[in-house]
Structures are given as C-alpha cells and as structure tokens.
C-alpha cells in the first residue's frame, strides 16, 4: 500500500524558499503519477503542480509557475517541491498524491484531485509579509 509523509513545511518570511519532501513507505512509488496540491483557509484544494511516472514531463498551475519545481527521485521514493520566492498567498497546508498510471507511457501527468488515489496528511507552509 502506499503510505505519503510530507516533510519541509514551515514559517517564512515573503520571498523565502523552503524545500518539501514527500516520501512513499510503500514499493511501488515509480508506478505512480505524483502531484502537490494545497489548501489555503477557507479555501478549496487546488492544484499545484504534477510530475509523470518517469520524471520526465512536469506540469504547473500558472500562480506557481517560475517559482516552484517540482522533482522526484524514484531510487529513494521521494517527491520534492522546492518553493522560491514564496508569497503570503502561498500560505496552505502542502498535500502530496499518487495517482495509479492509467497509460503505459510514463510520460503523463494528472491535474485534478480525481485521478490521484493516496495523499499524505500534510504539511503548513506559512509565509509572512
């Protein structure tokens, strides 16, 4: 089964960087279409950001783009997103998901909450102006 645990959250002051980490206790995290997704107080999960099964394709929502990365290193079962120049809009709790392939090419990515199967429990990032 998989089991996601984010690390990295925490308090920053606006344009700060913090680095996320989100690691799979499972054996399976290469099969799986990751993403990052957030919620902000009083406001709906949103989309971050996907990266496909074999790292090679990303894909980011336009308030993130040019300011997040997202990365994956499939040998140690881990998901990253290095968040610079961060914003007090960024303030959420961070969320981690896998998404179970449904395409044999690893090239895809997932933006909506529906395709991903399993999601961490989640990590505050707070960014203060």
């Known amino acids: 089964q998989v089991q996601l645990v984010e690390s990295g959250g925490g308090l920053v002051q606006a344009g700060g960087s913090l680095r996320l980490s989100c690691t799979d206790s499972g054996r399976t995290f290469s099969s799986y279409v990751m993403g990052w997704f957030r919620q902000a107080p009083g406001k709906e999960r949103e989309f971050v950001t996907s990266i496909s099964r074999n790292g090679g394709t990303t894909y980011y929502a336009d308030s993130v783009k040019g300011r997040f990365t997202i990365s994956r290193d499939n040998a140690k079962n881990t998901l990253y997103l290095q968040m610079n120049s961060l914003k007090p809009e960024d303030t959420a709790v961070y969320y981690c998901?896998?998404?179970?392939?449904?395409?044999?090419?690893?090239?895809?990515?997932?933006?909506?909450?529906?395709?991903?199967?399993?999601w961490g429990q989640g990590t505050q990032v707070t960014v203060s102006s």
């Open positions: 998901a896998a998404g179970p392939y449904r395409y044999y090419s690893g090239s895809y990515v997932y933006t909506k909450s529906t395709e991903y199967a399993y």
